[in-house]
Each structure stands twice: as structure tokens, then as C-alpha cells.
């Protein structure tokens, strides 16, 4: 019993851990798409946190058990 409840824990924190890292990732990345083409506004780096948001939001749900 123990064993499931730590192996679910691990699990719901590897989900959260890589939420982290996809949104900061896509955030670093319109960061420096920003830099390169000097736009002068922050659009990219909004634009890449949305989707870098909407991917790590998709892998969760994809990734929780489904009730059947």
C-alpha cells in the first residue's frame, strides 16, 4: 500500500516538474526570439508561454487516469 502511495506521488510531481520545465522552456525561447528580431515588444515571448501552457496542460490531462 505504501509503495503505491509513494509511486503516485512520484508520479503527480514528475507531471508538475515537467509543466515547469515545458512553460520555461517556451517562455526562454520567445525570450530570445524577442532578442533576435529585436521586435522592440514582448508578443514572442507571450505567444511561446500560451503555447508552452496549453502543451504541458494537454500532456496532463492526457496523462491522468481515465474513468471508465
Same mark, same amino acid.
Given at each position: 500500500?505504501? /509503495?503505491?502511495? @509513494?509511486? @503516485? =506521488?512520484?508520479? $503527480?510531481?514528475q507531471? %508538475?516538474?515537467?509543466?515547469?520545465? @515545458?512553460i520555461?522552456l517556451c517562455?526562454? /525561447? %520567445?525570450?530570445?526570439?524577442?532578442?533576435?528580431?529585436n521586435?522592440?515588444?514582448? /508578443? =514572442?515571448?507571450?505567444i511561446?508561454?500560451?503555447? %508552452?501552457?496549453? %502543451?504541458?496542460? $494537454?500532456?496532463l490531462?492526457?496523462? /491522468?487516469?481515465?474513468?471508465?
Open positions: 500500500m505504501a /509503495l503505491k502511495k @509513494t509511486n @503516485t =506521488y512520484l508520479k $503527480y510531481s507531471l %508538475g516538474i515537467q509543466m515547469f520545465v @515545458t520555461g517562455g526562454w /525561447l %520567445g525570450f530570445k526570439m524577442d532578442e533576435w528580431w521586435s522592440g515588444k514582448s /508578443l =514572442y515571448i507571450i511561446m508561454i500560451f503555447i %508552452g501552457a496549453f %502543451g504541458a496542460f $494537454y500532456m490531462f492526457k496523462s /491522468l487516469p481515465k474513468d471508465n
